[in-house]
């Protein structure tokens, strides 16, 4: 079983109960696919750790076969290529490695050649295994990453957590296209509640079954109940905004390792989800 | 001498954005005749800068005059030697007659991509 925790916006909590799910099932991998800031190995502190480049592929032209017909730059859609002092020339950050160019130049001018943008890190905090997907600076597109990260997890087997990046775009969507459930996590605030419709409304295009934690709760948050009423979303887990959790967690700390209360939560949680092992 | 201006929708103010104008003014100095076309850079999906800089070199442009220009354009205008320079103000007129004074000066500061994003 796959269980994917995502949330509309940063700073929600998403990590947190990622981790924290993981180290309750330990029997798990868990797959970090946040790669332009992955911090669950800050709390998971993974040992043994092994790193494997990642790369992708960006076109290179002959000078020598091309006739400057150009079928190339007007295929390209995300506008990387151009046609400059009769040659092609590409923008290596705005390619998204479709391959189109190569399929579409009649000469046999472009072929591919492999460029790092980032890796996957593996290692092990106790039973749980620790899979980081890490994009490198500067780089427009995370998914090669996330798509090579996810690969990783599926290798190990079994129940699978993957902490999504924020928002509700592309690498959100390859994040959990393979999930079999969709974790939100939902902050009580308009803004929170704002961005937590837009990534439901993603997961239920994908037909994912949800369930929702909100976090950071002092009080009830009356929009995010009644919309969560209104769907038939489940509540499954209210966290409190509470200073010793925030110090916890400030201080890299696990919560479900720390506190027994929590760990509790935490595995009725995975309980109702279905993703128990215990 | 043929400038190209990104222009807005009344075809004659100079537009803030280089890529998605709606429109280019090209104006050839010799025969002192003006051109509107439409920029088929304006609705892309991404890389509107770099797609409509290669417009301005297909257009056979040497000079360029904007209020502001991506890194990615820049490398694509650079690469077709043409020159850049900082619009003073919005109007096209006026910056078409002080560009052939030299009174423009060169823009040499270019932003970075938007990625789609605006």
């Known amino acids: ?278 | 001498m043929r400038i190209a201006i990104p222009v807005e929708e009344n075809k004659t103010d100079i537009c803030a954005s280089f890529g998605r104008a709606p429109y280019f003014l090209f104006y050839d100095a010799e025969t002192g005749k003006t051109e509107v076309r439409e920029n088929p850079a304006a609705r892309a999906q991404g890389g509107a800068g770099i797609k409509a800089a290669q417009f301005a070199v297909d257009e056979r442009a040497d000079v360029l005059i904007t209020i502001r220009c991506g890194q990615n354009a820049a490398d694509v205008l650079q690469a077709a030697n043409i020159q850049i320079y900082k619009a003073d103000g919005t109007n096209g007129a006026e910056n078409l007659i002080a560009c052939q004074e030299n009174r423009l000066i060169q823009l040499t500061h270019f932003h970075t991509g938007f990625q789609g994003v605006q």
């Open chain 1, 1 to 278: 079983m796959k269980i994917a925790v995502l949330s509309g916006k940063g700073g929600v909590g998403k990590t947190m109960v990622a981790v924290n799910l993981a180290a309750i099932a330990q029997q798990v991998a868990y797959v970090d696919c946040d790669v332009e800031e992955p911090n669950g190995r800050l709390f998971l502190k993974p040992e043994g750790v092994a790193r494997e480049s990642v790369c992708t592929l960006l076109p290179e032209f002959d000078a020598s076969k091309c006739t400057g017909c150009r079928r190339c730059v007007e295929f390209c859609r995300f506008n990387a290529l151009v046609y400059i002092k009769e040659k092609p020339l590409v923008f290596p950050e705005v390619c998204h490695a479709c391959g189109g160019c190569q399929l579409a130049c009649p000469e046999g001018a472009v072929c591919e050649k492999e460029r790092p943008v980032g890796c996957v890190e593996r290692g092990q905090h106790g039973s749980v295994r620790v899979i980081t997907g890490i994009l490198n600076a500067g780089e427009a597109s995370g998914v090669p990453v996330i798509k090579a990260a996810l690969r990783a997890g599926d290798a190990h087997g079994g129940l699978e957590i993957i902490d999504c990046p924020p928002g509700s775009a592309c690498s959100v969507m390859e994040s959990v296209a393979s999930a079999d459930y969709c974790l939100l996590v939902a902050e009580p605030t308009a803004f929170g509640f704002h961005n937590f419709q837009m990534v439901y409304e993603l997961a239920s295009l994908l037909g994912k079954p949800c369930g929702v934690v909100i976090n950071k709760m002092d009080a009830p948050y009356d929009p995010l109940e009644r919309f969560c009423e209104t769907n038939g979303l489940p509540i499954l887990l209210r966290i409190p905004y509470s200073r010793q959790l925030a110090r916890l967690a400030a201080n890299g700390e696990i919560i479900a390792e720390k506190d027994m209360e929590y760990a509790g939560q935490f595995n009725r949680l995975l309980e109702k989800i279905g993703g128990v092992r215990r």
